[in-house]
């Protein structure tokens, strides 16, 4: 393959995933503007915004779970201190297993216990509030959240209610990786799926998820992953050699 196919199939292969990450911020902002709808009728009707009516959303978020989204596996809902009347910290968060089913996840929402996750002080959460607009954070260790490797596509928003409120989307990583497989193949040099300096995923076992590019690592080409939030997704598809 010559340079300028070489160019084409990144080009193709990032227009793509372009594509497919807009349609999951799709699936997190309709789960924005439904609790954002939620907590306007509360406030309408001079009525609390707590956990149970937060829990109304449920369906929605197996509903998209449900959905063939092999690049989508987590989904929910975390929110800002003062923003419900019950709890001062919560997690309205679902994932997909590996039987394809989804279930609640309970996280240590307790300061005073073992294992607490304190998730409003984690960058997936004081980021997209900061900046006041979507972004994708990642990847990291989600420690004492899903204890593994992920990228969240997040989305802020304020509430009638008072509080504001942070939608996250956890992307499955071995998704990622098969989607960038089926569209490049094991080919040589090796292209690596790059994000906020790490790898995301590459076709090479020497490029692992997690990983931060050595600095004697050659980068022979670079495209960009566009997509109709380019201000929050700074991905490239990097073509590298190591010596």
């Avoid at 419900?84 to 994932?95: F, H, I, K, V």
Wanted: charged share 25%.
């Amino acid at each position: 393959m010559n340079d300028a196919q070489l160019h084409n199939l990144l080009e193709t292969t990032a227009s793509h995933l372009g594509q497919r990450l807009d349609e999951l911020f799709d699936l997190v902002d309709l789960v924005r503007v439904r609790v954002t709808d939620l907590a306007g009728r509360a406030a309408e009707h001079h009525k609390p915004f707590d956990r149970t009516v937060l829990a109304t959303i449920r369906p929605l978020l197996q509903d998209i779970l449900r959905r063939d989204e092999p690049l989508l596996e987590g989904i929910g809902v975390a929110v800002d201190q003062n923003t419900l009347s019950d709890a001062p910290r919560w997690l309205e968060w679902w994932w997909r297993d590996n039987a394809e089913e989804s279930h609640f996840m309970a996280h240590v929402l307790d300061p005073q216990a073992v294992g607490f996750y304190d998730y409003q002080s984690r960058e997936w959460f004081v980021h997209p509030l900061a900046d006041d607009h979507p972004r994708a954070i990642g990847p990291y260790v989600d420690s004492g959240g899903v204890d593994k490797y992920t990228v969240t596509l997040t989305s802020p928003a304020p509430l009638a209610t008072g509080g504001r409120i942070v939608i996250g989307g956890d992307l499955c990583i071995a998704g990622l990786e098969s989607f960038v497989l089926d569209q490049l193949g094991f080919r040589r040099p090796p292209v690596a799926l790059v994000g906020n300096g790490r790898v995301i995923v590459s076709n090479s076992g020497r490029y692992v998820s997690g990983s931060r590019l050595r600095p004697q690592t050659t980068i022979h080409h670079t495209v960009a992953v566009h997509s109709a939030r380019d201000e929050q997704l700074t991905w490239r598809l990097v073509v590298l050699e190591t010596p």
